[in-house]
């Protein structure tokens, strides 16, 4: 095992040293197909949004200027178009971004609107940006100024306002805790207006004046207008040193709050079917302190495109053969390669060579954006212009207090069936972040909690079910509906909202300002009715059909959900017997499952040691 866990090892390194920083160019977010920036198509970075409906728009505009935006906005609201801001990179899986209005309607890109004000006093710094600055732009601006900001999104390549359009954090629950829009000041928002008024105006949002209207316009949705600056509060630049820590997680249940509490930056990432958890601790430490370190995260890291396409080939062959201890198998070694390498931090900006990582802010909270580059075989992971991850992404926040409930839950389903949970680890495991209470937008957390971030395999045809699909159904209708967990706004799939409706008690506030703002819902779309429950919409939220739980689209409760004529039948869960899964019955006899360890060198395919990576 050691020999190929190094060669893997040594191989990703290489790929590291090779290319260096360069990245691959994403395709753009909004392609159109007539002339003059018309007939338009959205994608999400994976090519499909949750519900797989095509999200179309008669045209798209580029504001650069706050002007440009009012007359956008003006525009539409004087046609009575439907309209949703997309930003550059569309990082969202729900359909959020769609105008909606059968094609007739208009994207709003922030694309090119991306200057970046940095206020270094008197009081509290301050950086305003522009709606479609960049992460990773905005830490890098404010470090230029001996200046930073706490807690964000892992990765650089998502737009700040997108960012609040979800609801989009970091780890931590000390101070305000990790989401952004804790730490907003004022936002400038474009809004309807009278025909007096031109169509549209601009409205300014004071941090404990205007929080009526603030606190929606924190996390928004989009379906209150177009923000068009956001002003942040900055601190003075810091480090951090941190260390990831390998742990069996035996006693996973009761580390959770621990690692919230003892570190200000901590996670932990959870990989059931090993029992391995990977603890983060992680503080900051004076700006004086030795290290370099810089966060190249693999997985969110540009990788040849090739290398994407063999993992997810082994995965398809795997799926179809319903092998999963292969998927075991290369899971194992993947997080023994991972480890070893240290996740692909660097404590020098090239090279890892131990924990703890030390290094300034800007350089370790969020990672590189997949942007600017010479080589255009690099790409991400998640990038659509190769045949590599379609997955699912679920996001759910569940309150501390459930949290060692749920535990033991997942855990007894990988006793009942070692082999069904195999799957996630290909996709980095359960990755498990502090999240506080909203102490201010409306639909924010309601709990402090730990949002689980669960990746795992989509098939490109919604009407073939995967492996073990029962399981991760079971998993989330017992997050929705045993442990009322929270879906984040921008990942999860279709039926990861159906609790929503009820979730969130300041939702009539929310609901309050959108209708003051724009009454004739312009800027709101089927998605967002459903998931608001505007006028009852909620009802229409799952689609109901042959094959629609095999997609996430609908909960089973008819075989026909699922797929009988492949053995798949609507069934109770094993450990939350209130679930109804699509669990395939014929020749699966569960209590002959034995526990079987993998290493790498079980890999005997080429595939499966190329989709270590
Ligand atoms: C690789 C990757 C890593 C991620 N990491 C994290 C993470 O660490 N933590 C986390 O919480 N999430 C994470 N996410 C999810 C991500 O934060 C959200 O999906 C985020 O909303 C995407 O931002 P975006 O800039 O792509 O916005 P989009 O997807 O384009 O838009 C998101 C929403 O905001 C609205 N919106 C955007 N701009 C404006 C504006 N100017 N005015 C009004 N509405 C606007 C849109 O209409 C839409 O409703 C990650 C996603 C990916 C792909
Ligand atoms: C980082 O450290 C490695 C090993 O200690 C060294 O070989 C390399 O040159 C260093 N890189 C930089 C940029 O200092
Ligand atoms: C399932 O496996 C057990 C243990 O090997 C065996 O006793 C039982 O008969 C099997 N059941 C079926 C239906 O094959």
Not at 140 to 165: K, N, V
Not at 374 to 390: E, Q
Not at 511 to 540: E, I, M, R
Not at 575 to 603: G, M, P, Q, W
Request: aromatic share 8%; with cysteine; net charge negative.
């Amino acid at each position: 095992m050691e020999s190929r866990v190094r060669l893997i090892v040594i191989i990703s390194l290489s790929v590291f040293c090779w290319f260096g920083p360069t990245v691959g160019v994403a395709p753009p977010a909004v392609e159109c197909y007539g002339v003059g920036n018309t007939d338009c198509k959205a994608y999400s970075y994976q090519g499909l949004f949750s519900d797989r409906n095509e999200c179309r728009a008669a045209k798209v505009v580029y504001p650069t200027t706050e002007q440009e935006v009012i007359a956008a906005v003006a525009d539409g609201v004087k046609n009575g178009l439907k309209m949703r801001v997309i930003s550059k990179g569309s990082h969202s899986l729900p359909s959020l971004v769609c105008p909606g209005g059968n094609g007739a309607g208009m994207f709003i890109s922030t694309r090119d609107y991306k200057g970046i004000a940095v206020n270094t006093g008197p009081g509290t710094p301050t950086a305003t940006v522009e709606a479609g600055v960049m992460l990773k732009a905005f830490m890098d601006e404010a470090s230029r100024h001996g200046l930073t900001f706490p807690h964000m999104p892992y990765w650089g390549g998502l737009s700040i306002s997108g960012i609040l359009g979800t609801g989009a954090h970091g780890s931590g629950i000390w101070g305000k805790g990790s989401s952004m829009y804790e730490y907003v000041k004022e936002i400038r928002l474009v809004v309807p207006a009278s025909e007096e008024d031109g169509y549209a105006k601009v409205i300014n949002l004071v941090a404990g004046v205007d929080d009526e209207i603030l606190n929606a316009a924190r996390l928004s949705l989009g379906v209150l207008g177009v923000i068009s600056t956001v002003t942040l509060e900055l601190q003075p630049m810091f480090k951090r040193s941190f260390s990831l820590v390998e742990k069996s997680d035996v006693d996973l249940e009761t580390q959770v709050a621990l690692n919230a509490e003892q570190n200000e930056f901590g996670d932990i990432t959870w990989y059931p079917a090993q029992k391995l958890a990977v603890y983060r601790l992680d503080n900051r430490v004076p700006v004086v302190t030795t290290g370099e370190g810089v966060n190249k995260y693999i997985h969110l890291q540009p990788l040849p495109a090739a290398l994407f396409e063999a993992a997810r080939l082994s995965e398809e062959v795997d799926e179809t053969s319903g092998d999963g201890q292969a998927k075991c198998m290369r899971a194992t070694a993947q997080v023994s390669a991972l480890n070893l390498m240290g996740h692909g931090f660097t404590n020098n900006g090239t090279h890892f060579t131990g924990y703890p990582v030390v290094g300034f802010q800007n350089s370790i909270a969020t990672s590189g954006t997949c942007e600017d580059t010479t080589i255009p075989s690099l790409m991400c992971v998640w990038d659509r212009r190769h045949k590599g991850v379609l997955s699912f992404e679920e996001g759910f926040t569940v309150s501390f207090s459930n949290i060692p409930a749920f535990i033991r839950d997942v855990k007894a389903l990988v006793a009942l069936n070692p082999e069904s949970l195999c799957g996630i680890g290909l996709y980095a495991g359960i990755l498990m972040r502090h999240i506080k209470k909203s102490r201010s937008a409306y639909l924010g957390p309601i709990e402090d909690g730990v949002e689980l971030d669960i990746v795992y395999y989509r098939s490109r045809d919604p009407h073939v079910p995967r492996l073990y699909q029962d399981v991760t159904e079971e998993i989330e209708q017992m997050l929705l509906f045993k442990y009322n967990a929270r879906p984040h706004w921008g990942k999860s799939q279709v039926v990861g909202f159906v609790t929503t409706k009820d979730m969130y008690p300041e939702l009539p506030r929310f609901l309050k300002v959108k209708n003051q703002l724009d009454p004739q819902g312009l800027f709101s779309n089927d998605w967002t009715d459903s998931v608001l429950n505007v006028d009852g919409a909620a009802a229409n939220l799952q689609k109901f059909g042959p094959h629609c739980a095999l997609d996430g689209q609908c909960i089973c409760t008819e075989d026909i959900h699922c797929a009988p004529e492949k053995g798949y039948f609507c069934q109770a869960g094993r450990i939350y017997t209130e679930a109804r899964v699509c669990r395939k019955v014929s020749n699966v006899n569960e209590t002959s499952f034995a526990y079987l360890t993998h290493d790498a060198d079980s890999c005997v395919d080429p595939w499966c040691s190329l989709s270590i990576l």
